[in-house]
């Protein structure tokens, strides 16, 4: 076991500032969840902030999805569904942010079911939701790395738009992001990932910084406010339908967020701070992404070139700027943005499958139930995060609508994940949680509710196609890998049915230390 000393020289100067005593109690919370402390507790809270926003990067990955709800309705179904979306998936995180604060762990939303699940379903409860979480994570992952190589490919087809560039290609490109990817992952020491992630989050806010004052310097001539309000949907698809598909494409801005959960063990006093890292998350997020698609959508002069381009914010910088060059210099810029977000996908994959694996969650669990000596993380189940990846990416060679695929999967399997331990809540088990900082009060009920029926809802249009009619070559796989996802799951669930252990509480423990701590 690590003790305080030895933590203290591993990390950054705002954790060492903390007492023995606060690491103590950190480590006494662990302990009364039945887990020992493994990790250095190296992240602070602004880098923790760093790699929960690297991940979602809201007006990153608006700008990498826009294109869809653009497609439904134009300007209004963008803008208005972002928005919307912010406040339904806001009132998601509320919910997870409270289960934080009362039970800290990388397991996260598995651990939580184990604990408050009834005794005679605790484990299968578990089990689904933490394999469930597992894949969340990995698809996420796969999301946002595939977009890399699908924006430095766009860059090359906005230079040679005669280049008949084939789906495989751009997977081969995505190969090589993953790649790049993880070097940082093994180059930072772990100690350092703190600092390395609030580069990440330093980066992005100048980034939308630069990319916003570019843009509004250089279309003020082009200027149409008229986009805002303007339904020019393409999609096949009636106003109604098109208003509420833009909302479930919004929730990629924000749902990611909730990575915060999986370093609960590697940040001090993560009862209190993941709760904050969560809501400024979300604070953040909706500033950036709105006034971003806001001044995009202004700056759009001819609305079926961004419909037909190949990286529809790409085609916007163009007709915005009226320079090939800016939209490039533009493009790369995020290219190499959407590039920096890698590594903290990679972390936070990483320490969910480590985590479930410590609680013999996955196949040969004692292999991958390891932390690596020398660099301090779990490299296992990095490599393994990776393999997955690469993968699932092949997804992308079967269809031409699989980024949506990927996309929509990422988002319905982290909301599964969020939301089964809160629809726990709701059938009358709030009185189950122990004492915490975070607490929803006579508003619980309400936000796990909400959460529940928010998550039927948004599943069954995660499930229609994008466009009308459909073909083959363009229909939404989601329910096929939603269906062969969960049969795998049931398969793994029959080897691993007695194999696998939730953790063991000391509710009078966890009590106090939670009031304490």
Known sequence: MTDTADIKKQVPYEVEKLSDEDLALDDAVLHAQGHRPELARSFSWVGAIGLSFSIANSWLGYGATFGTPLAYGGGPTTLFGVIIAAVAQW?????????????????????????????????????????????????????????????AFGIAVFWYPNFQHQRWQIYLCYVFVVILTVIPVFAVPQRRYDYLTKTTFILSITGFILVLIAVLVTERSRYRPENLTTFQGTSGWGPAPAWLLSITMGQY????????????????RPGRRIPLVINLGVLIGVMTAVPWITVMLCGIQDMDAVHRAFIPSMEVYYQAT?????????????????????????????????AFSRDNGLPFSHYWNHIDPKFNIPVRTTFLSISFCLLYGLIYIASTTAFNCIVNMSILFLNISFTVPQAILATGRRDKLPARSFNLGRWGYAVNIFSVLWLIFSGILFCFPTRLPTSADSMNYGSAVLLGVYTLIMLLWLERRKKFTGPKINWEALNTSNKLA
């Open 322 to 354: 009226g320079s090939k060059v800016a939209a490039t210099a533009l493009q790369s810029f995020m290219t190499f943005l959407y590039y920096t977000c890698g590594p903290s996908q990679w972390i936070t994959s990483s320490r969910i499958a480590w």
């Open 91 to 151: 009132i998601v995180l509320l919910g997870l942010a409270e289960l934080c604060s009362a039970l800290p762990s990388s397991g996260g939303q598995y651990h939580f079911t184990y604990i408050l699940a009834p005794f005679r379903y605790r484990q299968f409860a578990a089990y689904t939701v933490g394999i469930t979480n597992v894949i969340a994570w990995w698809v996420s992952a796969a999301s946002g790395i595939i977009y890399t190589g699908i924006s």
């Open 253 to 268: 801005c924000y749902a990611a967020i909730g990575a915060v959960t999986h370093i609960a063990e590697e940040m001090p």
